[in-house]
């Protein structure tokens, strides 16, 4: 029988290339293997059978057989959004670079499905894992240290600082974007929040805290809607927002997703964006820039979140080492026409 290294192409399998050039099985597998032992003309009277007999050499099963499968397993929470999009470029240009398959599993934001793949993945089918925007990695974050698995967290923080991370300063974006709003007059800003259980919603949300404190403003609960990064959210909190006796003349939004979600909220109410009320987001994925008005955002580095991330990973596959290190990237606000200086006009 055939082993885990070579595969057959039709009816042609390795034994047929080892009885049509007369020597052994063994022999015909050093010789797909490149062993520089085989003597140069039995390597050419084999290379011969196999390019006669039409034999094609499968070169995933070889990886497998060495403990290698040039695949590493990528963990998303959805598909079909720009932020997803945009960390998934920077993850495939690093790969295809350098020579590694993509297997990509969609969770469904479902903690338990996560840890599900993590657990099937570990046993071999990738060499190593991108996680990205993880839900709740404290449930297995201890079986990939056990296991010392090559794995690197991307926009995700506050647990396990000793796995390897890859992030963007959401603290400082979401103070910024909350200081540009007071700096054009606004002191009553809604703010709708991310996911709560994922460190980068926690992030800006104490950032908006912290600008309103550093001016002296209060921190009203009621300005603050608990999202969750879906559009549907930003419609419902900006509704709430709105409803409010005093409601905001400005919100902002933890995602862009959340922000035009909002905006099609002020609109279907006969309002006005940035007349009425402006909004900001967070993230700069590539449908701010084309919504109307065009989306004052904070800018993630989302593809080269990515591309650092799948580095650091492809590092620690290179050098057999664990890395612990974790690397935050610089958030930078984008201005555009979503946002104005404060007037009182909202009723």
Known sequence: MPNDETQAAGKVTIFDVAEASGVSYGTVSRVINNDP?????????????????GYVINRQAQNLARGQTHVIGVLVPELGNGYIGEIMRGIDTELDQAGYDLMLFTTHRRAAKEATYVASLVQGVVEGLLLVLPRNPADYLGVLSTRRFPHVLIDHQGVDTHSPAVGATNWQGGFVATEYLIGL????IGFITGSMDLGCAQDRLEGYKAALRAHHLPVAPELIYEGDFFQSSGVAGANALLDLPEPPSAIFASNDVMAMGAMDAIRHRGLRIPDDISIIGF??????????????????????MGRVATQMLLDMLKERVERNSRIELPTELITRNSTAPYKNRVG
């Not at 039995?42 to 006669?52: L, Y």
């Open 37 to 53: 032992h085989v003597r140069a003309t039995t390597r050419a009277r084999v290379m011969d059978a196999i390019q006669r007999l």
């Open 283 to 304: 993230d700069n994925i590539p449908q701010s820039a084309m919504v109307f008005p065009p989306l004052t955002t904070i800018q993630q580095p989302l593809e080269q």
């Open 185 to 188: 007059g606004h002191q009553r």
